[in-house]
């Protein structure tokens, strides 16, 4: 279920990947589960870019990269040296900020977008903080729906952008987790065969997505992902 979660936020509904990576801490210790879900992740962004290939803003993506690298130094140093039974509330506490700042966007709109500032310490701010909650939880999908939400991006080039940003820092995470033992032969068959489920959530996604309330499955989805971070750190 987690597979066709991951699949399904990949295909345009984000918020759904929290509930996926906290529920995954579930069945996994908690770093085991960060090295198991990146290749997921991987395959769904694979997925994303060909169907959004057309629709990415490159200079939002450009400019963030170099501030996502030191969050991922960051975390990276982090995550070598913290335990599992550290890093579960960690992830847990994230993920509520993350809710919250999802929320916080839902709820304020426009307005919530005036108070963030559009200069190079909010682009700053905002890079070392997606690249660090990426490296250590996979758990960046709201820091950037709120960095692209302030850039103004129409529907499809929101996620077109997302898709590619992705995809890149994913990619760039691979040789760092293969290094910390996060990622393994047996972790990798073990993706191998979760693919079709991975697909599957990304063509429900698509099929789905014009015809769903996104504001009440959204809603739906931050109270379940509550629910597993609340669990997480306590």
Known sequence: MCTIFIGFAKAGISSIGILAVTFLMYVFPAKESVGIVLPMLI?????????????????????LLPWVFIGLIVGYFLLDVISDSQL????????????????????????FNEKLPKSTWFTLFMGILAGFTTMIGNAAGSIMAIYLLVKGLPKRDFIGTGAWYFIIVN?????????????????????????????IGAFIGIALIKRIPQHIFQALILVFAACGAFGLIF
């Open 88 to 111: 579960k509330p960690i992830i847990g506490g994230l993920v509520l900020i993350l809710i919250i700042l999802q929320v916080s966007r839902e709820k304020f709109g426009e307005k």
């Open 43 to 63: 395959t769904g962004d694979l997925f994303a870019i060909i169907y959004y290939r057309r629709n990415v803003v490159w200079k939002h993506i450009i400019t």
């Open 171 to 199: 990619l760039i995470k691979v040789p760092f987790y293969i290094h910390l033992g996060l990622i393994t032969v047996d972790s990798i068959t073990l993706n191998l065969w979760l693919i079709p489920t991975i697909l």
